[in-house]
């Protein structure tokens, strides 16, 4: 399996915004995609109230390229989300069974 973080920070006065659309529109999308085991979003606290984060398990690399496309190693993000994002970040790594 394949564990694929995704963070993002938004500008300023822009989290309440930027929240409503990770819940109500990137979180439902992530859980009907085909190939993910499993997600889990992250919302800001106090001392990061612009940051928000998913980790994503994905059953393995074909299924993340499915989703992602070949350049999966980059952050993308949909075009509503433009004028919210200040920086996105990705980062992948195999999972190791404990």
């Given at each position: 399996?394949?564990m694929?973080i995704?963070?993002?920070?938004?500008?300023?006065?822009?989290?309440?915004?930027?929240?409503?659309?990770?819940?109500d529109t990137a979180i439902?999308?992530?859980?009907?995609?085909?190939?993910?085991?499993?997600v889990y979003?992250g919302?800001?606290?106090?001392?990061?109230?612009?940051e928000f984060?998913m980790?994503?398990?994905?059953?393995?690399?074909?299924?993340?390229k499915a989703?992602?496309g070949?350049d999966?190693?980059?952050?993308?993000i949909?075009p509503e989300?433009?004028?919210?994002?200040?920086?996105?970040?990705?980062?992948?790594y195999?999972l190791?069974?404990?």
């Amino acid at each position: 399996m394949i564990m694929r973080i995704f963070q993002v920070t938004t500008h300023p006065g822009k989290a309440a915004e930027f929240g409503a659309f990770f819940h109500d529109t990137a979180i439902p999308l992530m859980r009907r995609t085909e190939g993910l085991i499993d997600v889990y979003p992250g919302a800001p606290r106090p001392d990061s109230p612009n940051e928000f984060c998913m980790v994503m398990m994905w059953r393995d690399l074909d299924a993340l390229k499915a989703f992602a496309g070949e350049d999966y190693t980059n952050a993308h993000i949909l075009p509503e989300e433009a004028d919210l994002v200040a920086a996105r970040t990705i980062k992948h790594y195999d999972l190791v069974a404990g």
